[in-house]
């Protein structure tokens, strides 16, 4: 059996430190935000090479904050991608605001710029690119338009990690980057969290005062809040493995380079493309092939678990019926969400392993 993704594996490599962080934390009682998350908010914003990390409970609301300190409310429209966790566009729908979509570009599975002016309206506030997969977005492209009409750029990287666009960090290119820690995610807590960083020192003061019931000081509310405050544990728990986190990330880039070399044949497979420039962090290695559900159930039958990232499209998703989209809006999109198949990728997977999954693609390949 290979499992798309190992958290007890990576549990094992680690924990006597991890242990011995949560038990602190128990002897602390310090069990809502306190040391542990605030020296984790000043680690994570190092990482990321901002000023500031703003510690929350799940990526949702890191997303949700961030477009609120943006300014987003009702009335606003917000631009993103219908390729993307239903999450991008709930939190734009929480603002009150309406998510306004635009197509992917096929090869990074991310925004295209070139779609992006047609969506600008005089109502539009933000945009809000998703660094899919661990690859980040074409960010000077969006960074230019969104400079020339005056809109906040809110980058969704929860799924990126140390993801970097021409040496700049993913989250450090725009007026504020989400990101979420749901233990699957390349950093991962014990539970759930997230987190936005920002160089803005007037956004991230408003972010703090957000996640914490709209408080200045103790039962001084000045805004309407929210409780998203992150969990000590949690922060304990990403401190230890914020520290392993590169290390992490090179073996996932290591196993996707050697996929690419053994899935090289398969002409018929179409493998991740790293754009110019940009460290793509793999946490998902997709592969695409028109005959993708045909492909999964032969893997499935070797034993070997994938994903599908995504398989419906926002736009076609029941909950977001209200937008109005219609199938065929996005071509590209919902192109790619029939045809993607995300290959088991994790940082403890053995050469052995990947090697498994290649030969059974191939031989599924030469069944057909
Ligand atoms: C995981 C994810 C989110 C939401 O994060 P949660 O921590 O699950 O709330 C948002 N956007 C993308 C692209 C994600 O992958």
Not at 150 to 172: K, P, T
Not at 324 to 329: E, L
């Amino acid at each position: 059996m290979i499992p798309f993704l190992d958290l007890k594996a990576q549990y094992a490599g680690i924990k006597d430190e991890l242990d011995a962080a949560v038990l602190a934390v128990l002897g602390s009682a310090q069990y809502v935000l306190g040391d542990e998350v605030a020296r984790f908010e000043a680690e994570f914003a190092d990482y990321c090479g901002t000023k500031h990390a703003v510690a929350v409970n799940t990526g949702t609301s890191a997303l949700h904050l961030a477009l609120l300190a943006a300014g987003v409310g009702p009335g606003d429209e917000v631009v993103t991608v219908p390729f993307t966790f239903v999450a991008s566009v709930s939190a734009i729908c929480y603002t009150g605001a309406t998510p306004v979509l635009v197509d992917i570009e096929p090869t990074t599975f991310t925004m295209d710029p070139e779609r992006i002016e047609a969506a600008i309206t005089a109502r539009t506030k933000a945009i809000v690119p998703v660094h899919l997969y661990g690859q980040m977005a074409d960010m000077d492209a969006i960074n230019e338009i969104a400079d020339r009409y005056g809109l906040a750029v809110i980058e969704d990287a929860c799924q990126a990690h140390g993801a970097e666009y021409f040496g700049h960090r993913a989250g450090s290119m725009g007026a504020s980057g989400c990101f979420s820690f749901y233990p699957g995610k390349n950093l991962g807590a014990c539970g759930e969290g997230g987190i936005v960083v920002t160089s803005d020192d007037k956004q991230a003061e408003m972010l703090r005062t957000l996640r914490d019931w709209g408080q200045s000081k103790r039962y001084h509310h000045v805004v309407k809040g929210y409780n998203y405050r992150m969990d000590g544990i949690q922060g304990a728990v990403l401190r230890v493995k914020l520290r392993h986190l590169e290390r992490w990330t090179e073996a996932r880039r290591a196993h996707a380079r050697r996929y690419s070399e053994l899935l090289a044949d398969m002409p018929h497979l179409r493998k991740p493309v790293a754009a110019v420039g940009r460290r793509h962090v793999f946490h998902v290695y997709a592969v695409r092939s028109p005959d993708r559900d045909r492909l999964r159930l032969a893997l499935e039958a070797e034993g070997i678990q994938t994903g599908l990232h995504y398989p419906i499209p926002v736009h076609l998703q029941p909950a977001h019926a209200d937008l109005g989209y219609v199938s065929g809006d996005f071509p590209e999109a919902e192109a790619a969400s029939r045809e993607v198949l995300s290959l088991p990728l994790y940082p403890e997977m053995t050469n052995e392993q990947l090697a498994i999954v290649a030969a059974a693609l191939e031989d599924c390949l030469h069944v057909a």
